[in-house]
């Protein structure tokens, strides 16, 4: 047991600071002196944005990277749409302070993510940002539907050019439907050709398969050249819930592939952890958010090009144009902290969902990302016990079912799961939905026992 505790740790160490060792500071450009008002309350003027220089290119990457999938959202006439000024307030204000990396797909949003992301970022230069986009052909994978959704998402972002393109999520399906979504078809050879004509400047994959489906897309790196990689990288990943994480890491920086970070916050997750892990985090460093030790985590590693963050609040952007203005690089003291913490999260049975919404829609009706959203809440918030002694366990039944039929329409609540299995195959965190929703359901069932 001491000698596997042991090798945890070493591992956690080792993918997490290849390096602290020197990740290169330089201010991006372009992208002002920030102005954000410190913890304190003082204007604090004294950083620029972190980059990192992008190998193939020599372009100036903000390490911070703006996740367009979760734009703020407005109510008309009864539906939700994108709140497309308040976009577009947010998109000004991370060039003017340095982030010039935004992450959309055709299928964010509804589809509407690229067109929004578009209006906010048109009224910029166009050498002051580089835009990342994906090939999302999960359906519908023919050659013809394929280069429609690639020069569909051309015209949806008002550009002649792509820096950034990814083929999405691979992983899922393992190796067959990988050549079957990009081979077969000869959709990878078409990628290249626009990548040898300019139109497309960088070409890589975002991934959320296993060890052999990564080994192989490794193996066709001498004959494809996959200028950049996007991968999931977190604190908990790393030592818990995805070892494989680091590997991917070591992998990619072995080959001088840059890495882009997704989740580095797990959905928002390592910013809503339980009290006593909050107060953990912040006991050592007092004037920091909890969010950034996450955010510090992913953009230590020298070989990260950019960390993406889904920020739909002007607080959430401020906070991380701080931890980034400039990075700070963890160092060894407290990568064994984070080690220790993540040790402590571990203990508690929250679902691995990022809210990224692949799962849905539900043919049944489900609001599956809500329901696993707002059990997370209450187990974060110590709002989940079986021990019917226990003297809080009244007001935290009361509190569980109050907030979830607040959070979820009664209709599109767990109890209508009928284990269909649809949604598994998408969830990029092999999370087995039917059965998590079946374990909540029970425990909203005993809740309403002697009411």
């Given at each position: 047991?001491d000698?596997?505790?042991?090798i945890?740790r070493?591992?956690?160490l080792?993918?997490?600071?290849?390096?602290a060792?020197?990740?290169?500071?330089?201010?991006?450009?372009p992208?002002k002196?920030?102005?954000?008002?410190?913890?304190d309350?003082s204007?604090?003027d004294?950083?620029?944005?972190?980059?990192r220089?992008?190998p193939?290119?020599?372009?100036?990457?903000?390490?911070?990277?703006y996740?367009c999938?979760?734009?703020?959202?407005t109510?008309?006439?009864?539906?939700?749409?994108i709140d497309?000024?308040?976009?577009n307030e947010l998109v000004?204000?991370?060039?003017?302070?340095?982030v010039?990396?935004?992450d959309?797909?055709?299928?964010?949003?509804q589809?509407?993510?690229e067109s929004?992301?578009?209006?906010?970022?048109?009224?910029?230069?166009?050498?002051?940002?580089?835009?990342?986009t994906?090939?999302?052909?999960?359906?519908n994978y023919t050659r013809?539907n394929?280069?429609?959704?690639?020069r569909?998402?051309?015209e949806?972002?008002r550009t002649?050019?792509i820096?950034?393109?990814l083929?999405?999520?691979?992983?899922?399906?393992?190796i067959?439907?990988y050549?079957?979504?990009?081979?077969d078809?000869?959709m990878?050879?078409?990628?290249m050709?626009?990548?040898?004509?300019g139109?497309?400047r960088h070409?890589?994959?975002?991934?959320?398969?296993?060890?052999?489906?990564?080994?192989?897309?490794?193996?066709?790196h001498?004959?494809?050249?996959?200028?950049?990689v996007?991968?999931?990288y977190?604190?908990?990943?790393a030592?818990?819930?995805?070892?494989?994480?680091?590997?991917?890491?070591?992998?990619l920086?072995?080959?001088e592939?840059?890495?882009?970070?997704?989740?580095p916050?797990?959905?928002?997750r390592?910013?809503?952890?339980p009290?006593?892990?909050?107060?953990r985090?912040?006991?050592?460093?007092p004037?920091?958010?909890v969010?950034?030790w996450a955010?510090?985590?992913?953009g230590?590693p020298?070989?990260?090009l950019?960390v993406l963050s889904?920020?739909?609040y002007m607080?959430?952007?401020?906070?991380n144009?701080?931890?980034y203005s400039?990075?700070?690089p963890?160092?060894?003291?407290e990568?064994?902290y984070?080690?220790?913490t993540s040790?402590l999260?571990?203990?508690?049975?929250?679902?691995?969902?990022?809210d990224?919404k692949y799962c849905m829609?539900?043919p049944?009706?489900?609001?599956?990302?809500?329901?696993?959203?707002h059990?997370n809440k209450?187990?974060?918030e110590?709002?989940?016990s079986?021990d019917?002694s226990?003297p809080?366990?009244?007001?935290?039944?009361?509190?569980?079912?109050?907030?979830?039929?607040r959070?979820?329409?009664?209709e599109?609540?767990?109890?209508?799961c009928?284990?269909?299995?649809?949604?598994?195959?998408h969830?990029p965190?092999?999370?087995?939905?039917?059965h998590?929703?079946?374990k909540?359901?029970?425990?909203?069932e005993?809740?309403?026992?002697?009411?």
């Amino acid at each position: 047991m001491d000698m596997k505790r042991h090798i945890d740790r070493r591992d956690f160490l080792k993918t997490s600071a290849t390096a602290a060792a020197a990740a290169t500071v330089a201010a991006c450009a372009p992208g002002k002196v920030r102005e954000l008002l410190s913890d304190d309350g003082s204007r604090d003027d004294s950083g620029e944005m972190t980059c990192r220089t992008d190998p193939r290119t020599g372009a100036k990457v903000s390490l911070l990277g703006y996740g367009c999938m979760r734009w703020p959202m407005t109510e008309e006439d009864g539906k939700s749409e994108i709140d497309q000024e308040k976009v577009n307030e947010l998109v000004d204000y991370a060039i003017e302070h340095g982030v010039n990396y935004f992450d959309t797909a055709p299928v964010y949003i509804q589809g509407k993510s690229e067109s929004a992301t578009a209006e906010a970022l048109s009224r910029h230069p166009r050498e002051s940002y580089y835009i990342a986009t994906k090939l999302s052909n999960f359906s519908n994978y023919t050659r013809e539907n394929s280069i429609l959704m690639y020069r569909k998402s051309l015209e949806n972002l008002r550009t002649d050019h792509i820096d950034y393109y990814l083929l999405h999520a691979i992983g899922n399906g393992g190796i067959d439907l990988y050549k079957k979504r990009f081979v077969d078809n000869g959709m990878i050879d078409f990628l290249m050709k626009e990548r040898e004509e300019g139109r497309i400047r960088h070409l890589g994959f975002s991934f959320h398969g296993n060890k052999e489906t990564f080994d192989y897309l490794m193996e066709q790196h001498e004959a494809i050249h996959w200028d950049f990689v996007q991968i999931q990288y977190n604190w908990v990943d790393a030592k818990h819930a995805n070892p494989t994480a680091g590997y991917l890491y070591d992998e990619l920086a072995k080959r001088e592939i840059p890495s882009v970070i997704m989740e580095p916050l797990l959905g928002g997750r390592l910013s809503k952890v339980p009290e006593h892990i909050a107060t953990r985090l912040k006991e050592k460093a007092p004037s920091s958010s909890v969010a950034s030790w996450a955010f510090r985590f992913a953009g230590t590693p020298e070989k990260v090009l950019t960390v993406l963050s889904g920020m739909t609040y002007m607080e959430h952007l401020e906070d991380n144009i701080r931890t980034y203005s400039p990075l700070k690089p963890l160092d060894d003291g407290e990568i064994k902290y984070l080690s220790e913490t993540s040790d402590l999260l571990k203990k508690y049975p929250t679902v691995p969902c990022n809210d990224c919404k692949y799962c849905m829609p539900c043919p049944y009706g489900l609001d599956i990302p809500a329901i696993l959203l707002h059990y997370n809440k209450c187990v974060n918030e110590g709002l989940v016990s079986a021990d019917t002694s226990d003297p809080a366990y009244r007001k935290a039944r009361r509190a569980y079912l109050i907030g979830y039929n607040r959070a979820v329409p009664r209709e599109r609540q767990a109890e209508r799961c009928i284990n269909c299995n649809e949604c598994v195959s998408h969830c990029p965190q092999k999370i087995r939905i039917p059965h998590e929703l079946s374990k909540i359901n029970n425990y909203i069932e005993e809740l309403k026992k002697g009411l």
